[in-house]
Each structure stands twice: as structure tokens, then as C-alpha cells.
């Protein structure tokens, strides 16, 4: 296995050393970053470079953070087709299946191989100028335009399947995947969209139009967007010019968008594949949890006087039993989580 820490974090590192000791002492080789290596400090690992191989050949690439992290975990397990399981160390954490307290039922179950892996869909990202292709990208979460002069409106064309829909002044546009729906599309206010729906969303940041609503298109749809640019007018006001945007994708790759660019989004070739443990009960809920229990627990949403199914409960929020249970590594792991601080860069989700 692959293990991926946010190593700026203390208690993301005692966490990844708990995690290096179970799975070692079970006969496991694990892998660790060649960056992340030093703060790690375990004498099993088997160091590797951050590239594209690091997780080939590997059953699974392990991640203790939050979303951000396992964003990054994502661009080395993508090629090599290995599934993530993340332990959430962050604020909301819905790629992530684990949390510290949960660590001896999580390692119980990867040990057992007592897992099923989901297949998320990706999206590909084409960047042209005059028709000749300047860049490519990909996301898991998704694919931003924003404008690159914090002070100025962004113009833009939008297109789906080759037909204009609309053109707009904005801060930007999402686009983004069942998976992102609750990530930044879901600050813009986009809809959330259960993960194993196919489709691709497409959501304008701050438009100035009558027209632009978050919009959900098949995932066979080619999404564009064409940066004419916002006129810049000099002190004087006799001196004008066209100002160009940014495309990130998953908040980690960043393509300059000069005037004149476009922007074409599609359904990635190759998904992105999540771990998923045996749904537990109890104070074990959160193990498996269903979509509907993370976004209840997630964002505290009132359940209350909910009269639905005999014998099926949301997601537990109680995590002293669970932690009592894991030995006092867990526990303390538990306990610092709660005043850790922010999430790496990317983990909007």
C-alpha cells in the first residue's frame, strides 16, 4: 500500500505512524512519499518518489487528511488504477471513509479485504487558443475558470454540444463532477448530486445575467467556455485592453487564459476509485456511512421526528465509545483532531 499524509499536521502524522504500525505488524509493505518521509519517521516504510509510479503495483493508496489531501493522493493513484481510502482529517471530508477513532475497525477490514470500490467519474480538460490546443488537464472534483483581475468582471461564451447557450459577465464558471457537487459547485450554489448519478454540472460564480442558473447536462455532453476578456479602461480613460482568466483544476493545476481562449470539458477516459468499508452501526455508523448520513452529519442537518424505515439510524456523531475500543493511540488521535487546523490547499470538498 501507498500511504499519503498531509504532513503539516501533527495529528495527520500520528495518525499515518499509527496507521504505518498496524499495517506493518500485519505484514504489510507500505509505502511512503519520498517528501513526506522525514516527518514520518518510521524505520518499515519503503521510501518512494512523488511520481506517477509511486502507487503502481500497489492494492490501495491510504490517505490521512482531508479532501485536499486526498486530491493530491489522487493524481498518483488515478494512473496506476489503485483505490483510495482516506481517514478525514478535515472540516467536511466526503471522499474520506474513516476517522481517527475508526482506525482498528478500518485496518480490520482492509486486512480482511473486506472492502468494495466505487468507480467515480473524472473529467477531461482541453485549454485552445485559435483552435490549436495549448494544455490539458483533468479533475476529480472540478475544472474553474476565474478571472485573473480580482477587480474586473470576466466575459464569457458558454457553450454545450457545440451550440452558444449564453454569454455572461461573471467572477468565473464550474464545472464539475457528481463527486465536486459538493465541493466548490456547492458554494456557487450548485446542486448536490448523488455520487452515483452520471453527469456533468455547470455553475457561474457571481454571473451578471438573467439567465445563469447552475445547469446538469449528460455526462456525454461537451461543456466550453470561450474567455472574450473585460475591457480595462486606464486612469485616464483613453487606454483599453482585454483581461485574461486562470482555469484551476481540483485547486491544484493552475493554465493561464488569455483572451480568446477556450475551454472544453468532457467525461474523463479513466474514473477515479474509492474504497468503501462494511457500513457498521452504532457508534460504528460512520464506516460505510450511505451519502444521505454524510451530508447529515456533514452539515448537521435536523433529522428530527424522522419516522422512516424500523432498525436503520442516520450516521452516529458519538465517537468516545469507538475511540475507547481502538487502544490509546486512536483515542489521542481523536482528541487532537478536534483543534487541528485547516485543510491543505484544494480540499474544498
Known amino acids: 500500500m501507498l500511504l499519503v499524509a498531509h504532513t503539516g499536521r501533527p495529528t495527520a502524522i500520528r495518525v499515518a505512524r499509527v496507521l504505518l504500525d498496524k499495517l506493518t505488524a500485519a505484514g504489510i509493505t507500505v509505502r511512503v512519499l519520498e517528501p513526506e518521509a522525514a516527518d514520518l519517521a518510521h524505520a518499515a516504510a519503503v521510501v518512494v518518489p512523488a511520481s506517477p509510479a509511486a502507487a503502481s503495483g500497489t492494492e490501495m493508496v491510504l490517505v490521512v487528511g482531508g479532501d485536499g489531501t486526498l486530491l493530491r493522493a489522487a493524481e498518483l493513484a488515478q494512473p496506476a488504477g489503485a483505490p483510495l481510502l482516506g481517514v478525514n482529517l478535515g472540516h467536511v471530508g466526503f471522499l474520506a471513509e474513516a476517522e481517527p477513532d475508526d482506525l482498528s475497525g478500518a485496518v480490520a477490514s482492509l486486512l480482511a479485504r473486506r472492502y468494495t470500490v466505487e468507480q467515480r467519474m473524472t473529467i477531461e480538460v482541453d485549454i485552445r ?12 472534483n472540478e475544472a474553474t475558470i476565474e478571472k485573473a483581475a480580482r477587480e474586473r468582471m470576466l466575459d464569457l461564451v458558454i457553450e454545450v454540444d457545440g451550440r452558444p447557450l449564453s454569454r455572461f459577465g461573471c467572477d468565473g464558471v464550474v464545472f464539475a463532477t457528481p ?5 466548490y459547485a456547492f458554494s ?18 457571481s454571473a451578471h445575467a438573467l439567465f445563469a442558473k447552475p445547469m446538469v447536462v449528460s455526462p456525454n455532453s461537451v461543456l466550453a467556455a470561450e474567455v472574450i476578456g473585460a475591457e480595462l ?32 470539458v468532457r467525461r474523463g477516459a479513466r474514473p477515479v476509485r474509492l474504497a468503501r468499508l462494511p457500513a457498521g452501526t452504532g457508534a460504528e455508523a460512520r464506516i460505510g456511512a450511505s451519502f444521505t448520513d454524510r451530508l447529515v452529519v456533514k452539515f448537521g442537518l435536523p433529522v428530527a421526528g424522522w419516522r422512516g424505515q424500523a432498525g436503520r439510524a442516520p450516521a ?7 475511540a475507547a475500543t481502538d ?7 481523536a482528541e487532537a483532531m478536534a483543534h487541528a487546523p485547516d485543510e491543505e490547499p484544494g480540499g474544498d470538498a
Open 129 to 140: 487558443i485559435n483552435g490549436s490546443q495549448i494544455g490539458r488537464s483533468w479533475a476529480l
Open 179 to 183: 463527486t465536486g457537487s459538493t465541493a
Open 188 to 205: 456557487a450554489g450548485g446542486p448536490v448530486v448523488w455520487p452515483d448519478v452520471e453527469a456533468v454540472l455547470m455553475v457561474p460564480i
Open 233 to 264: 479602461v486606464g486612469a485616464d480613460g483613453s487606454q483599453s485592453e482585454t483581461a485574461g482568466a486562470v482555469l484551476w483544476c481540483d485547486g491544484r493545476r493552475m493554465v493561464e487564459l488569455p483572451p480568446g481562449s477556450r475551454v472544453e
Open 316 to 322: 452516529a456523531t458519538d465517537t468516545t465509545a469507538q
Open 327 to 333: 487502544g490509546p493511540a486512536d483515542a489521542a488521535a
